[in-house]
DNA sequence: CACACTCCCTAAACCGTTTCAGTCCAGTCA
DNA sequence: TGACTGGACTGAAACGGTTTAGGGAGTGTG
C-alpha cells in the first residue's frame, strides 16, 4: 500500500519554499542561503523524496541513462568473460555519476543503428556506447548525423569522426608472435575471431605483416565465430597435418577457443607445449584453471570499461572527438607455450 | 546537426488533427475514423517522429523499462556464463514487447533494496526481476512494502509473497547424488556455492538428506565464493587424503569450479573418472571443452531468462501472485563420471 | 534621500505526452 | 420536426520537474 506519491510541491510545502527553490537546492545551483538549503534538504529527507528523473528528463536537463547495444549470437554471448567484466567496468564509473545502463541485445548493426535513432530522439539515453566495430559500420553515419553523444568502442579508422578508445591490437599481435618466433617457433598459426569485425581485420593484417617481417618458415589464418566448437574445429584442422608441415605455435583471439584448442591437441596425442605452444587472448581466469596453464596476452577488461565510460562522459560534456588509445594487451606467459620440440 | 525535435504537435498540425487525436492512433484506442488514423501515421513517418518514452511516463502511463540488478563481485560476474545467457534470454521477451533493461550492478542486497526502492518511486521502472536470495532477504520486504512489480527468481520459501520462479534444486541435487550412487559411488562430496545464498542452503539440504537415505560411506560439503580458485582449492583439500578416505566423486555448483577441480585432479596425477569422477552444474560449452568432457546437471537458462521476463510482464499486468517451477535440471552424462575404480 | 547593486526567493512558462470532459455533427426514431 | 444517440474529434488539465524574468528587502554610495 504506497501512499500517494511525493512530490517537489510537497517538498516545497514543508520547507516553506516554492517549488523552483527545491530545484535549485537539488541541483546544487547558486541563490539560494545555506540555511534555506539545509531546511529544504531535511524537509525531502523527512518525506523520503528524490526528484523523478523522468520528469527531470523531460523538463529538458540532462538524461543520466547510457546505452549499450551487444550484437552478437545470443548463445555465445553468456560464455564471453569479456562483456559482463567490461559492463562492470562501465557501471563503476556509472554510479558515481549516479547514472544507468541501458543494456540491450540486438540481432545487427542496422538494427542498432535505428535503435540508436530512436534512443536518441526520444531522449531515453544522454549517450551511448559502441562496441563490435564492422568495416563500413552503419552506426557511424547513424551517430554523425543525429549528433549524439557516443564514444565507440574500435580503432579509429574505423570510427569516423566519433570519439573512439581502443587497443593497439596490431602492436599485440606483433608482439604475440615476436614472442613464439623467439621462442624457436617458425610455423605459427592464428585462429580469429569473427571475420566481419574490424579488429579482426587488424589483428589478421598485423599477423600478416609479422609473419612476413620475421620470415616464418608457415602463418595460417582463419576466422571463426568466437565459440568453443569452432575452435575445436579450427585446431583440428591446423594440426591434422603430418609433424613437418605442421605449426608448432597458435594464437587464440579469444581464451574459451583456446581452452577448445587444448582440449583438441591432448585427444589428438599431442602435448602442450612440448608439440605445440597455444597463446590466448583476453585473459579471464580461465586461462589458469586448465592443465598446463595457458599463457595469454592479457588486458584490464574492467579498467577498459571504466575507460570508456569517463570519455563517454567527456564527450557528452561537449568535449570534442578525439581518440583514446589504452594500454596494449601484454604477455603473460604461463604453461602453455615453450620452445618447439627440434 | 539536429533540426529541433519534431513532436507530437508537429505530427497533429501536418495531419490536421489535435494532439489528442495522434496520442489515440498511437496507442490503438478507439474513437479514431481508420482514415485519420492512416493520415496520422502517414504524417508521422514523413516527420519521422516516436513518441517520446520520456514524456509518456511522465503522464502516467506504464514504463516499458524493467530493472535488474546483480549483487556478485565484479570480478566474479564476468566468469559467470550463467547471467549473460539469463539476460539474453529476458531480453528476448523484452523486445517484442518493445521494454528495455536496465542493469545495474550493486555490492549488498540492501544498496539493491534502495536502488529498487529508488527505482519504483522514481518511476524508472515499471517492474524488476530479483536474482541470488538471501535467507532473510531484505528486498522480500521492500518490495512488498512498496507494492512493486517483482519477479523473485528462487524458492517461494525464500521470497515470502513475491511471484516467484524457481528450479527445483532439491530434486535436481538428488538426482545427482543417486546417479553417482547408481554407479557405485559410496563417498562423494560437493562444492557448493556462497553460502550466503538461498539456493546454496537448499541443495546443502537436499545433499545431506540424500547422503543419509542412501546411507552412503562419506558426504563431504564446502561453501565457496565460485571462483576458480576455490574450487580448485577445496578440490585439493578433499583430495588430499589417503585413498581409502577419499571421496570418489565430486559434485560442483557451478562449471567453472568444476573445471578448476579437473585441472587440480591432473595437477595431483589422479585420473578423471577412474579415480575421481566430477560432476558440474549450469551445463554451459565449457563443459564440452575439456579432456575429458564434463559430465553436468544442466538447464536452460535462456528459457529461464524468457520465462521470467513473461512472468513480471504477468505481475506487471495485474496478475496475482504466484510461484512457477521451471523444468528441474538434467543429468547430462559425459566423460568425467563412472564407476569408482574397485 | 534617491539610486544602484546584491542577494534570496517566487511565479509562471515550459518540456511532450495522456486523459477526459466536452463539442459537433450525422443519423435514427417517434 | 424535435429529441435522442453514438462516433469522431478537440481543448485543456494533468504529470513532476527545470528555468528564467523579475520582485522585494537589505546594503553601500554620492
Redesign the pocket.
Known amino acids: 500500500m504506497t501512499t500517494?506519491?511525493?512530490?517537489?510541491?510537497?517538498?516545497?510545502a514543508r520547507a516553506?519554499?516554492?517549488?523552483?527553490?527545491?530545484?535549485?537546492a537539488?541541483?546544487h545551483?547558486?541563490?539560494?542561503?545555506?540555511?534555506?538549503?539545509d531546511?529544504i534538504f531535511e524537509a525531502a529527507r523527512e518525506l523520503g523524496?528524490?526528484?523523478?528523473t523522468?520528469?527531470?528528463?523531460?523538463?529538458?536537463?540532462?538524461v543520466d541513462v547510457v546505452g549499450l547495444a551487444i550484437c552478437r549470437p545470443a548463445r555465445l554471448l553468456g560464455l564471453e568473460p569479456f562483456y559482463m567484466e567490461f559492463v562492470s567496468g562501465v557501471e563503476s564509473v556509472l554510479i558515481e555519476r549516479s547514472c544507468s545502463l541501458l543494456l540491450r541485445l540486438v540481432r545487427s548493426v542496422e538494427e542498432e543503428a535505428g535503435l540508436l535513432e530512436s534512443w536518441w530522439r526520444?531522449?531515453q539515453v544522454g549517450g551511448s556506447i559502441l562496441v563490435d566495430f564492422r568495416l563500413d559500420d552503419p552506426r557511424v553515419a547513424a551517430a554523425e548525423r543525429l549528433g549524439m553523444p557516443v564514444v565507440a568502442v574500435g580503432h579509429p579508422s574505423l570510427t569516423g569522426s566519433l570519439t573512439s578508445v581502443w587497443t593497439d591490437d596490431a602492436t599485440a599481435v606483433t608482439e604475440a608472435v615476436r614472442y613464439l618466433a623467439a621462442l624457436g617457433h617458425r610455423r605459427i598459426a592464428r585462429v580469429g575471431g569473427a571475420a566481419a569485425l574490424g579488429h579482426t581485420a587488424t589483428r589478421t593484417a598485423a599477423f600478416d605483416e609479422a609473419a612476413r617481417a620475421l620470415e616464418l618458415a608457415g602463418a595460417w589464418q582463419v576466422t571463426t565465430d568466437y565459440s568453443g566448437e569452432s575452435g575445436a574445429r579450427a585446431t583440428r584442422s591446423l594440426l591434422t597435418a603430418a609433424a613437418p608441415d605442421r605449426p608448432t605455435a597458435i594464437v587464440y583471439d579469444n581464451d574459451i577457443m583456446a581452452v577448445a584448442g587444448l582440449s583438441v591437441a591432448a585427444e589428438m596425442g599431442l602435448s602442450v607445449p612440448a608439440d605445440v605452444s597455444l597463446l590466448a587472448w583476453d585473459d579471464s581466469q580461465l586461462c589458469r584453471l586448465t592443465r598446463p596453464t595457458l599463457s595469454a596476452m592479457s588486458h584490464d577488461v574492467h579498467g577498459f570499461g571504466a575507460d570508456v565510460a569517463r570519455t563517454l562522459f567527456g564527450v557528452i560534456t561537449g568535449k570534442g572527438p578525439g581518440s583514446h588509445p589504452v594500454p596494449t594487451p601484454v604477455l603473460t606467459p604461463r604453461g602453455s607455450t615453450a620452445p618447439p620440440r627440434v
Chains 1, 2 share one sequence.
Open positions: 500517494s506519491r511525493v512530490t517537489i510541491k510537497d517538498v516545497a516553506g519554499v516554492s517549488k523552483g527553490a527545491v530545484s535549485l537539488f541541483n545551483k547558486p541563490g539560494l542561503s545555506e540555511a534555506t538549503r531546511r523524496w528524490a526528484p523523478s523522468t520528469a527531470r528528463t523531460l523538463a529538458g536537463s540532462r526520444g531522449r
